[in-house]
């Protein structure tokens, strides 16, 4: 669809090995986003984790500002932990950073995210997480202090959602605690996920609407 409909172009690649470590199938398959820094033929690359919808066109990442790498932080690991995310990273290729990644994932037995915020945890331009590292957990947890960044701002679920041009679904995701049933006008469709049918209450007009949802198979 992506090829015939979009006019994508397909690159077809092959994931190294890898040879030491922790012997996890699902986080070693991980190392393959690695490969973006070797296509070289391009200035900047935008890659995306696999379980990220898109809500809108992200055109204006790729104008900010020059950087051998830019990523999210972590938010819900604020404060105790100032890590990144690879749920977006904008990068530019390099045979160099190729290399040095993969060498750090031959050999140190660490996962994907340990050796990005290892390498670039410092150095990394850092993205605003409101706009493009929503979490679809946000909406079950009871406190937004750290997805907000404050701790005055009233949590409203539908100017979230749309203001947001990425979400990621997480395990076990439950939105029957968004009060607004509008917010669930985008349905999450991703090819890593499995459905799931959620009955949401529309507390305005006291009827329930069935919606579409996915969650990890």
């Known amino acids: 669809m992506a090829r015939d409909k979009y006019k994508v172009k397909l690159i077809p690649v092959d994931v190294p090995p890898r040879q030491s470590g922790k012997d996890d199938g699902t986080y070693n398959a991980s190392f393959a986003k690695f ?5 070289t033929d391009y200035d900047r690359i935008l890659h995306l984790d696999s ?23 972590a938010y819900w690991k604020l404060p105790e932990t100032r890590a990144l995310t690879s749920l977006l990273v ?3 290729p390099s045979a160099t950073e ?25 150095s990394a331009l850092v993205l605003p ?7 679809t957990g946000e909406f079950r947890s009871n406190e937004h202090k750290n997805y907000l960044g404050n701790g005055h701002e009233e949590w409203d679920a539908e100017k979230v959602i749309s203001a947001a041009s990425l979400r990621e679904m997480i395990q076990g995701a439950d939105v029957r605690k968004i009060k ?3 917010v669930l006008r985008h349905t999450v ?28 198979g």
Request: proline share 2%; no cysteine; glycine share 6%.
């Open 35 to 39: 490969l973006a820094w070797d296509e």
């Open 129 to 135: 997480h409101r706009q493009y590292g929503l979490l």
């Open 51 to 73: 379980d990220v919808t898109m809500l809108r066109h992200l055109d204006e990442v790729f104008l900010v500002p020059k950087a051998p790498v830019a990523m999210l932080r």
């Open 90 to 92: 904008l990068l530019e």
């Open 189 to 216: 469709r991703s090819a890593s996920l499995g459905k799931l049918t959620t009955t949401i209450q529309d507390s305005k007009k006291d009827k329930t609407r069935k919606h579409e949802m996915f969650e990890r």
């Open 180 to 182: 607004s049933a509008k």
């Open 98 to 122: 190729f290399e040095r990644l993969m060498d750090e994932a031959r050999g140190q037995g660490d996962y994907d995210m340990e050796i990005l915020n290892r390498l670039y945890g410092d």
